[in-house]
């Protein structure tokens, strides 16, 4: 069974910092992963999707890796800023399903001003 | 383009009652899906359609039925609530073919059970 583990629970760091969230999963044998962002309340986004043969994607200012063969993922915020406050979920789509994603539990970052 | 919407927003149920969840998207998209979201818990998917007419178990079915009856809709039902479903109920879709894998959120629902 697929589990996807995400670390750190909570980041708070100051505007203007670089940081890197992490996500692992057990099953290297993944049909893609996605980075989403959650706010408090609302549903999730998608920022990120990255295919099984892809290592990595870019949009903006997030920059996200994957090393399928070690089970990793990591998010790249560069230059973070107040808005950038938010829960951040890692998801992977595996198990001979190439629609069912299993998600990490987020990492809750807030960038202070 | 409402993209995907949720009905009600916010319930209160007492132990036993029954409710339905109302998922509507207007993309034209194949697949749909319900999660539930609990604190330390993360998303754990609950039932999923796949087409019009089709539907099938997730992670946690137990105590929730679904229906898609029409293409653009997605019915989650609780018959009889209990205290261990509240949680808050995500609806998502996505498109068919290469893009089946994008999936799109709609807002939440925040269902509590006394």
């Known amino acids: 069974k697929q589990e996807v583990t995400q670390i750190p629970a909570a980041l708070s760091v100051p505007e203007g910092e670089n940081l890197v969230l992490n996500c692992s999963f057990t099953d290297s044998a993944i049909y893609n992963l996605q980075w989403f962002r959650q706010d408090p309340g609302k549903g999730l986004t998608s920022l990120l999707l990255?295919?099984?043969?892809?290592r990595e994607q870019t949009s903006g200012r997030l920059n996200a890796s994957l090393d399928k063969s070690s089970g990793r993922s990591t998010l790249y915020i560069a230059a973070s800023q107040p808005g950038d406050s938010a829960t951040y979920l890692c998801?992977?789509?595996?198990?001979?399903?190439?629609?069912?994603?299993?998600f990490g539990k987020g990492t809750l970052l807030t960038v202070n001003p | 383009n409402a993209g995907v919407t949720q009905t009600p927003k916010f319930r209160v149920l007492k132990t036993g009652q029954s409710m339905t969840l109302l998922c509507a998207q207007d993309m034209n998209h194949e697949y749909m899906y319900w999660y539930r979201q609990d604190p330390g818990m993360g998303l754990r998917l609950i039932h999923y359609s796949v087409g019009e007419g089709t539907t099938a178990k997730g992670e946690v079915p137990d105590g929730y039925n679904v229906s898609r009856l029409k293409k653009q809709n997605f019915l989650l039902g609780l018959e009889s609530a209990a205290p261990s479903q509240t949680s808050v109920y995500f609806c998502?879709?996505?498109?068919?073919?290469?893009?089946?894998?994008?999936?799109?959120f709609g807002p939440g629902t925040r269902l509590t059970v006394l």
């Open positions: 990255i295919q099984s043969s892809q």
């Open positions: 998502a879709s996505s498109p068919g073919g290469g893009r089946v894998t994008e999936q799109f």
């Open positions: 998801a992977v789509v595996s198990g001979g399903s190439n629609y069912k994603l299993t």
